[in-house]
Protein backbone atom coordinates (compact mmCIF):
# COMPACT_ATOMS: atom_id res chain seq x y z
CA UNK A 1 0.00 0.00 0.00
CA UNK A 2 1.01 3.70 -0.79
CA UNK A 3 1.83 5.48 2.13
CA UNK A 4 -0.11 9.16 2.09
CA UNK A 5 2.17 12.19 2.02
CA UNK A 6 1.85 15.98 3.01
CA UNK A 7 3.85 18.45 1.49
CA UNK A 8 4.94 22.02 2.86
CA UNK A 9 5.52 23.07 -1.52
CA UNK A 10 8.16 26.45 -0.22
CA UNK A 11 9.80 29.09 -1.88
CA UNK A 12 12.91 28.27 0.39
CA UNK A 13 12.35 24.72 1.11
CA UNK A 14 10.22 21.60 0.58
CA UNK A 15 9.18 19.45 3.37
CA UNK A 16 7.19 15.96 2.99
CA UNK A 17 5.17 14.39 5.70
CA UNK A 18 4.96 10.27 5.13
CA UNK A 19 1.75 8.63 6.86
CA UNK A 20 2.92 6.66 10.43
CA UNK A 21 6.63 8.27 9.88
CA UNK A 22 6.17 12.02 10.79
CA UNK A 23 8.26 14.62 8.49
CA UNK A 24 10.73 12.79 6.44
CA UNK A 25 12.12 15.09 3.87
CA UNK A 26 13.32 18.94 4.52
CA UNK A 27 15.54 20.03 1.31
CA UNK A 28 15.97 24.04 -0.31
CA UNK A 29 13.46 24.23 -3.51
CA UNK A 30 16.52 24.48 -5.74
CA UNK A 31 16.86 22.26 -8.56
CA UNK A 32 20.57 23.17 -10.62
CA UNK A 33 20.18 22.64 -14.60
CA UNK A 34 22.84 22.46 -17.13
CA UNK A 35 21.13 25.40 -19.51
CA UNK A 36 22.67 23.90 -23.04
CA UNK A 37 20.82 20.96 -22.54
CA UNK A 38 18.46 21.17 -20.35
CA UNK A 39 19.37 18.42 -17.84
CA UNK A 40 19.11 18.43 -14.36
CA UNK A 41 21.97 17.94 -12.87
CA UNK A 42 21.07 18.38 -8.78
CA UNK A 43 17.95 19.14 -6.78
CA UNK A 44 17.72 20.53 -3.29
CA UNK A 45 20.73 20.51 -1.16
CA UNK A 46 23.05 19.75 -3.39
CA UNK A 47 21.46 22.39 -5.83
CA UNK A 48 21.42 24.87 -3.31
CA UNK A 49 25.67 24.54 -2.48
CA UNK A 50 25.49 26.05 -6.17
CA UNK A 51 23.49 28.52 -5.63
CA UNK A 52 25.96 31.90 -6.70
CA UNK A 53 28.78 29.61 -7.54
CA UNK A 54 27.81 27.96 -10.99
CA UNK A 55 29.97 27.84 -13.95
CA UNK A 56 28.00 29.82 -17.25
CA UNK A 57 26.53 26.60 -18.47
CA UNK A 58 24.66 25.83 -14.92
CA UNK A 59 21.60 27.45 -14.02
CA UNK A 60 20.74 27.03 -9.90
CA UNK A 61 16.76 27.67 -10.25
CA UNK A 62 14.43 28.18 -7.79
CA UNK A 63 11.15 27.56 -9.22
CA UNK A 64 8.75 28.84 -6.90
CA UNK A 65 8.70 32.57 -6.25
CA UNK A 66 6.16 33.95 -3.57
CA UNK A 67 4.93 30.60 -2.40
CA UNK A 68 3.61 29.80 -6.07
CA UNK A 69 5.37 27.93 -8.97
CA UNK A 70 6.94 30.24 -11.79
CA UNK A 71 8.23 27.19 -13.43
CA UNK A 72 6.20 24.28 -14.00
CA UNK A 73 8.20 21.69 -15.16
CA UNK A 74 11.19 22.57 -12.75
CA UNK A 75 8.56 22.55 -10.07
CA UNK A 76 6.99 18.56 -11.22
CA UNK A 77 10.77 17.36 -11.66
CA UNK A 78 12.01 18.72 -7.97
CA UNK A 79 8.85 17.26 -6.41
CA UNK A 80 9.19 13.40 -8.83
CA UNK A 81 12.43 13.69 -7.44
CA UNK A 82 11.82 13.97 -4.02
CA UNK A 83 8.65 11.65 -3.51
CA UNK A 84 10.92 8.85 -5.77
CA UNK A 85 13.19 9.13 -2.96
CA UNK A 86 11.07 8.38 0.09
CA UNK A 87 10.24 5.16 -1.86
CA UNK A 88 6.31 5.80 -0.62
CA UNK A 89 4.77 4.39 -3.80
CA UNK A 90 3.15 0.75 -3.24
CA UNK A 91 3.07 -1.62 -6.16
CA UNK A 92 0.39 -0.82 -7.62
CA UNK A 93 -0.98 1.89 -5.83
CA UNK A 94 -0.08 5.87 -5.81
CA UNK A 95 -0.32 8.23 -2.62
CA UNK A 96 -2.41 10.67 -1.41
CA UNK A 97 -1.28 14.12 -1.36
CA UNK A 98 -1.68 17.26 0.62
CA UNK A 99 -0.20 19.85 -0.54
CA UNK A 100 -0.39 23.50 0.62
CA UNK A 101 -0.83 27.07 -0.85
CA UNK A 102 -1.34 30.88 -0.41
CA UNK A 103 -4.93 31.84 0.85
CA UNK A 104 -4.94 34.83 -1.95
CA UNK A 105 -3.64 32.52 -5.10
CA UNK A 106 -5.46 32.07 -8.08
CA UNK A 107 -7.34 29.68 -9.92
CA UNK A 108 -4.75 29.22 -12.56
CA UNK A 109 -1.86 29.03 -9.74
CA UNK A 110 -4.36 26.19 -7.60
CA UNK A 111 -4.60 24.39 -10.98
CA UNK A 112 -0.59 24.78 -11.91
CA UNK A 113 0.45 23.00 -7.88
CA UNK A 114 -2.35 20.42 -7.75
CA UNK A 115 -1.25 19.12 -11.93
CA UNK A 116 2.38 19.24 -10.52
CA UNK A 117 1.40 17.12 -7.47
CA UNK A 118 -0.66 14.65 -9.70
CA UNK A 119 2.09 14.76 -12.35
CA UNK A 120 4.89 14.08 -9.59
CA UNK A 121 3.16 10.62 -8.77
CA UNK A 122 0.21 11.25 -6.69
CA UNK A 123 -2.90 9.59 -6.50
CA UNK A 124 -5.96 11.91 -5.33
CA UNK A 125 -4.57 15.63 -4.48
CA UNK A 126 -5.86 17.77 -1.67
CA UNK A 127 -5.38 21.64 -1.79
CA UNK A 128 -5.17 23.08 1.48
CA UNK A 129 -4.44 26.66 2.61
CA UNK A 130 -1.01 27.85 4.68
CA UNK A 131 -2.12 29.58 7.17
CA UNK A 132 -4.88 26.46 8.37
CA UNK A 133 -1.95 23.75 8.28
CA UNK A 134 0.05 25.69 9.87
CA UNK A 135 -2.61 25.86 12.55
CA UNK A 136 -2.95 22.61 13.15
CA UNK A 137 0.84 21.77 12.83
CA UNK A 138 0.95 24.52 15.32
CA UNK A 139 -1.10 21.98 17.67
CA UNK A 140 -3.74 24.49 17.48
CA UNK A 141 -7.51 23.46 17.71
CA UNK A 142 -8.87 24.79 14.78
CA UNK A 143 -12.32 22.77 15.21
CA UNK A 144 -13.43 24.20 18.13
CA UNK A 145 -15.96 27.50 17.81
CA UNK A 146 -13.04 29.63 19.24
CA UNK A 147 -11.13 31.89 17.01
CA UNK A 148 -7.38 31.33 16.28
CA UNK A 149 -5.05 33.60 15.06
CA UNK A 150 -1.73 32.03 12.98
CA UNK A 151 0.54 34.44 11.10
CA UNK A 152 2.90 32.19 9.12
CA UNK A 153 5.98 33.63 7.71
CA UNK A 154 7.77 31.54 4.97
CA UNK A 155 9.94 32.56 2.27
CA UNK A 156 7.50 33.82 -0.10
CA UNK A 157 4.57 35.15 1.52
CA UNK A 158 3.26 35.72 4.97
CA UNK A 159 0.08 34.12 5.17
CA UNK A 160 -2.58 35.81 8.46
CA UNK A 161 -5.45 34.08 9.08
CA UNK A 162 -8.14 33.63 12.08
CA UNK A 163 -9.72 29.97 12.08
CA UNK A 164 -13.30 28.94 13.72
CA UNK A 165 -14.65 25.93 12.94
CA UNK A 166 -12.37 24.31 11.20
CA UNK A 167 -12.28 26.92 8.14
CA UNK A 168 -10.79 30.62 7.88
CA UNK A 169 -12.89 33.47 8.89
CA UNK A 170 -10.66 36.25 8.00
CA UNK A 171 -7.23 36.22 6.25
CA UNK A 172 -4.32 38.41 4.30
CA UNK A 173 -1.69 36.72 2.42
CA UNK A 174 1.51 39.32 1.48
CA UNK A 175 4.38 38.86 -0.66
CA UNK A 176 6.07 39.82 1.79
CA UNK A 177 8.44 37.46 3.67
CA UNK A 178 11.81 35.78 4.05
CA UNK A 179 12.76 36.26 0.46
CA UNK A 180 12.43 40.11 0.97
CA UNK A 181 14.39 40.10 4.18
CA UNK A 182 16.99 38.66 2.28
CA UNK A 183 16.77 41.26 -0.27
CA UNK A 184 16.60 44.11 1.99
CA UNK A 185 19.98 42.88 3.61
CA UNK A 186 21.62 42.78 0.32
CA UNK A 187 20.28 46.31 -0.62
CA UNK A 188 21.27 48.22 2.56
CA UNK A 189 24.89 46.76 2.77
CA UNK A 190 25.28 48.21 -0.96
CA UNK A 191 23.68 51.19 0.51
CA UNK A 192 25.75 51.80 3.40
CA UNK A 193 29.11 50.14 3.16
CA UNK A 194 29.46 50.02 -0.75
CA UNK A 195 29.79 46.27 -0.66
CA UNK A 196 28.16 43.38 -2.80
CA UNK A 197 27.03 40.51 -1.02
CA UNK A 198 25.10 37.47 -2.26
CA UNK A 199 21.58 36.13 -1.35
CA UNK A 200 23.18 33.61 0.67
CA UNK A 201 25.13 35.78 2.72
CA UNK A 202 22.13 38.34 3.26
CA UNK A 203 20.72 35.36 4.25
CA UNK A 204 23.39 34.03 6.77
CA UNK A 205 23.29 37.52 8.58
CA UNK A 206 19.62 37.07 9.06
CA UNK A 207 19.94 33.83 10.27
CA UNK A 208 22.69 34.85 13.01
CA UNK A 209 22.05 38.41 14.02
CA UNK A 210 18.99 39.48 12.62
CA UNK A 211 16.86 41.35 14.56
CA UNK A 212 13.64 42.52 14.87
CA UNK A 213 13.49 45.41 17.27
CA UNK A 214 16.55 47.85 18.58
CA UNK A 215 19.23 45.85 21.06
CA UNK A 216 21.01 47.59 23.51
CA UNK A 217 23.94 45.70 23.03
CA UNK A 218 24.12 44.09 19.63
CA UNK A 219 25.50 41.32 18.40
CA UNK A 220 28.33 42.38 15.11
CA UNK A 221 29.33 39.59 12.48
CA UNK A 222 32.08 39.80 9.90
CA UNK A 223 30.69 39.88 6.32
CA UNK A 224 32.55 39.45 2.84
CA UNK A 225 31.67 40.59 -0.49
CA UNK A 226 32.82 42.23 -3.28
CA UNK A 227 33.71 45.91 -3.26
CA UNK A 228 30.64 47.77 -5.16
CA UNK A 229 33.43 50.61 -6.62
CA UNK A 230 36.86 47.95 -7.85
CA UNK A 231 35.38 44.68 -7.24
CA UNK A 232 37.78 43.54 -5.33
CA UNK A 233 37.00 41.25 -1.88
CA UNK A 234 36.65 43.09 1.18
CA UNK A 235 35.13 42.20 4.55
CA UNK A 236 33.13 44.34 6.59
CA UNK A 237 31.99 44.00 10.48
CA UNK A 238 27.58 44.70 10.54
CA UNK A 239 25.76 44.85 13.93
CA UNK A 240 22.09 43.65 14.63
CA UNK A 241 20.58 47.04 14.99
CA UNK A 242 21.47 47.78 11.30
CA UNK A 243 19.37 44.13 10.11
CA UNK A 244 16.55 45.65 12.35
CA UNK A 245 16.99 49.34 9.41
CA UNK A 246 16.82 46.93 6.53
CA UNK A 247 14.12 44.76 7.91
CA UNK A 248 12.03 47.64 9.42
CA UNK A 249 9.77 48.59 6.51
CA UNK A 250 9.23 45.01 5.67
CA UNK A 251 8.67 43.93 9.25
CA UNK A 252 6.11 46.96 9.34
CA UNK A 253 4.46 45.73 6.15
CA UNK A 254 3.48 42.08 7.81
CA UNK A 255 2.41 43.74 10.66
CA UNK A 256 -0.19 46.34 8.77
CA UNK A 257 -1.27 43.12 7.15
CA UNK A 258 -2.14 41.28 10.42
CA UNK A 259 -3.90 44.62 11.85
CA UNK A 260 -6.26 44.47 8.43
CA UNK A 261 -7.13 40.93 9.29
CA UNK A 262 -8.11 41.41 12.96
CA UNK A 263 -9.68 44.96 11.89
CA UNK A 264 -12.20 42.94 9.69
CA UNK A 265 -13.17 40.14 12.70
CA UNK A 266 -16.76 39.73 14.50
CA UNK A 267 -16.08 40.76 18.16
CA UNK A 268 -16.50 37.71 19.70
CA UNK A 269 -13.84 36.06 17.61
CA UNK A 270 -11.69 39.56 18.16
CA UNK A 271 -11.80 39.12 21.75
CA UNK A 272 -10.66 34.89 21.59
CA UNK A 273 -7.75 36.41 20.18
CA UNK A 274 -7.37 39.15 23.18
CA UNK A 275 -7.68 36.50 25.11
CA UNK A 276 -5.94 33.12 23.13
CA UNK A 277 -3.18 35.47 21.37
CA UNK A 278 -1.16 34.84 18.00
CA UNK A 279 0.17 31.66 16.72
CA UNK A 280 3.72 32.67 14.96
CA UNK A 281 5.20 29.73 12.45
CA UNK A 282 7.23 29.99 9.88
CA UNK A 283 11.02 30.61 9.44
CA UNK A 284 10.40 34.30 9.87
CA UNK A 285 8.92 34.06 13.19
CA UNK A 286 12.69 32.42 14.35
CA UNK A 287 13.82 36.67 13.83
CA UNK A 288 14.98 37.51 17.63
CA UNK A 289 11.88 39.64 18.91
CA UNK A 290 9.47 39.07 16.37
CA UNK A 291 7.16 37.97 18.78
CA UNK A 292 7.59 41.06 20.97
CA UNK A 293 7.48 43.68 17.56
CA UNK A 294 3.91 41.73 16.49
CA UNK A 295 2.92 41.68 20.59
CA UNK A 296 3.77 45.48 20.92
CA UNK A 297 1.78 46.39 18.12
CA UNK A 298 -1.47 45.04 18.29
CA UNK A 299 -1.74 44.89 21.94
CA UNK A 300 -2.34 40.55 22.25
CA UNK A 301 -0.27 37.69 23.82
CA UNK A 302 2.42 36.20 20.88
CA UNK A 303 3.57 32.83 20.90
CA UNK A 304 6.20 31.34 18.25
CA UNK A 305 5.17 27.47 17.86
CA UNK A 306 7.72 24.83 19.06
CA UNK A 307 8.94 23.80 15.66
CA UNK A 308 7.82 26.83 13.44
CA UNK A 309 9.90 25.57 10.17
CA UNK A 310 7.64 22.19 10.60
CA UNK A 311 4.42 22.90 11.06
CA UNK A 312 2.98 23.14 7.67
CA UNK A 313 4.43 19.71 6.38
CA UNK A 314 3.10 18.46 9.90
CA UNK A 315 -0.74 19.81 9.53
CA UNK A 316 -0.64 18.99 6.14
CA UNK A 317 -0.01 15.20 7.07
CA UNK A 318 -2.13 15.22 9.93
CA UNK A 319 -5.15 16.70 8.20
CA UNK A 320 -4.50 13.97 5.32
CA UNK A 321 -5.06 11.33 8.73
CA UNK A 322 -7.70 13.59 10.30
CA UNK A 323 -9.71 12.63 6.39
CA UNK A 324 -8.63 9.27 6.28
CA UNK A 325 -10.05 8.16 9.87
CA UNK A 326 -13.51 10.25 9.00
CA UNK A 327 -13.62 8.15 6.12
CA UNK A 328 -13.27 4.73 7.65
CA UNK A 329 -15.89 5.72 10.35
CA UNK A 330 -18.58 6.72 7.49
CA UNK A 331 -17.45 3.13 5.73
Known sequence: MA???????????????????????????????????????????????????TPGNIRAIRPLRDGVISDFDVTEAMLTYFINKLNVKGFLSKPNIMICAPTNITEIERKAIIQAAEKSGGAKVFLEYEPKVAAVGAGLD?????????????????????????????????????????????????????????????????????????????????????????????????????????????????????????????PELASDIVDRGIMLTGGGSLLKGMDELVSEALQVPVVISEAPLDNVAQGAGELLEHMNSKKKHLN
Open 142 to 266: IFKATGNMVIDMGGGTSDIAVLSLGDIVASDSIRVAGDKMNSEIVGYIKRHHSLVIGERTAETIKIQIGTAIQQANPATMEVRGRDAYDGMPRSIEINANEVEEALHDTLAQIVSAAHGVLAQLP
Open 3 to 53: KDIGIDLGTANVLIYVEGKGIVLNEPSVVAVDAKSDRILAVGLEAYQMVGR
